[in-house]
Nanobody
Framework: QVQLVESGGGLVQAGGSLRLSCAAS????????MAWFRQAPGKEREFVAS????????YYADSVKGRFTISRDNAKITVYLEMNSLKPEDTAVYYC??????????WGQGTQVTVSS
């Protein structure tokens, strides 16, 4: 399996920026795609962004397009999420995920992002 560790969360004022990191270890050779999800209190976990490991394809939820950028470092097997122009509604626990071609099978423990107004 793949182990994922998120970092970079914290408290930021609206309009500010944060950069999340997710370091992968273990059976990283099996990774086809990595992604970020988030879950706010009382809400279901939602997709934020994903990136293909073998290619350069990226996908974003409509709510974060133009504000968030997902990227990867192949040498470090790490995925990043640069979050700009943060809004209070971005407050959530952000989770990193990795999987093969059929779906996401490995998840990190999450990192809290809190955006104050």
């Amino acid at each position: 399996q793949v182990q994922l560790v998120e970092s970079g969360g914290g408290l930021v004022q609206a309009g500010g920026s944060l950069r999340l990191s997710c370091a992968a270890s273990g059976r990283t050779f099996s990774i086809y795609r990595m992604a970020w999800f988030r879950q706010a209190p009382g809400k279901e976990r939602e997709f934020v962004a994903s990136i293909s490991w073998g290619g350069a394809g990226t996908y974003y939820a409509d709510s974060v397009k133009g504000r968030f950028t997902i990227s990867r470092d192949n040498a470090k097997i790490t995925v990043y999420l640069e979050m700009n122009s943060l809004k209070p509604e971005d407050t959530a626990v952000y989770y990193c995920a990795a999987g093969g071609a059929t779906g996401y099978s490995d998840w990190g423990q999450g990192t809290q992002v809190t955006v104050s107004s």
